[in-house]
């Protein structure tokens, strides 16, 4: 099987760097992509192996160090991608992997990563400490023009350098928190309907505390529970499903709240055919 890799070009003239601000760039939407980014977002942080002969001959290794941020979706989702790439002013580049049914949405510019960093990421809180941490690491790395070292080691413990901070109670309070929520929603929640036409709502996603927080704040009946890993090549997950009607309840009024931003894509549909069961 082949790996095709397919460009999608794009026309933003002005780009983020050009003066221009998005009129769709708004407190809403930047909350819920983050959330959304924290469900399906990476932040990456890699280091590039350089030599080169000196002029006495002997042989000089270094590693530069690059970042970048890739948000993967299904290919049937690639309508999403592009209204993401249009929101954040054209950033990145959008590629397709037919033999994966992948697409991307690849930043990797400094300037349009230093951008990123100071007019979207700065401006509210990621939730999960795995996707804190890197991004904050990430962070610090761009912002510092740290892009060199001269061992893996010293790359190693770069990467072991923690840069979190703990968020404030206040944040799972706030409309900020609420925003998120629908943007995590967005990549990792589902609304399904049951062959015998009852109603599950449920979450599924590495990271035990932020289900936990979503628990909390909707005061939600079950329990988040554990799962294995299905494979070699994926984590443990956690899981906080919901079926009764009292929750369905909750989440439906959550969802319709016309203060929040609203769920984008393929995610959107299938919360409004969600929603007609609910009204039956």
């Not at 948000?71 to 397709?96: A, F, M």
């Not at 400094?110 to 100071?118: D, N």
């Not at 443990?236 to 609203?262: A, C, M, Q």
């Amino acid at each position: 099987m082949t790996n095709n890799i397919n460009l999608i070009k794009t026309n933003s003239p002005l780009g983020p760097l050009g003066g221009s601000s998005n009129s769709n760039l708004n407190k809403n939407w930047i909350e819920w992509f983050i959330g959304f980014c924290d469900a399906d977002g990476n932040f990456q942080t890699f280091p590039k192996h350089r030599k080169y002969l000196k002029k006495d001959g002997s042989l000089s290794e270094y590693y530069n160090i690059g970042y970048g941020i890739h948000i993967s979706l299904s290919i049937k989702d690639l309508g999403l991608i592009q209204e993401i790439q249009n929101t954040l002013n054209g950033v990145g580049h959008i590629y397709t992997y037919p033999d994966r049914e992948e697409a991307r949405l690849s930043i990797t510019k400094t300037k349009e990563l230093v951008w990123m960093i100071e007019n979207i990421f700065d401006l509210s809180s990621l939730v999960s400490l795995r996707q804190r941490d890197r991004y904050l690491r990430f962070r610090h790395g761009v912002l510092n023009k740290f892009n060199r070292v001269e061992s893996l080691e010293e790359y190693n413990n770069f990467l072991n350098t923690s840069y979190s901070k703990e968020l404030e109670d206040s944040y799972f309070k706030s409309v900020a928190f609420d925003n998120w929520i629908v943007g995590f929603v967005n990549g990792e929640g589902c609304f399904h309907v049951h062959n015998r036409g009852h109603l599950i709502f449920y979450i599924e996603h590495t990271d035990l505390d932020s289900l936990i927080y979503i628990k909390k704040r909707f005061d939600l009946g079950p329990a988040v529970n554990y799962r294995e890993a299905r494979s070699d090549k994926r984590q443990p997950t956690y899981v906080l499903s919901i079926s009764s009607k009292k929750d369905i309840e909750t989440i439906k009024t959550f969802f319709n709240n016309p203060e929040l931003s609203k769920l984008a894509g393929l995610k959107s549909q299938q919360f409004s055919v969600w929603l007609k069961e609910t009204k039956k």
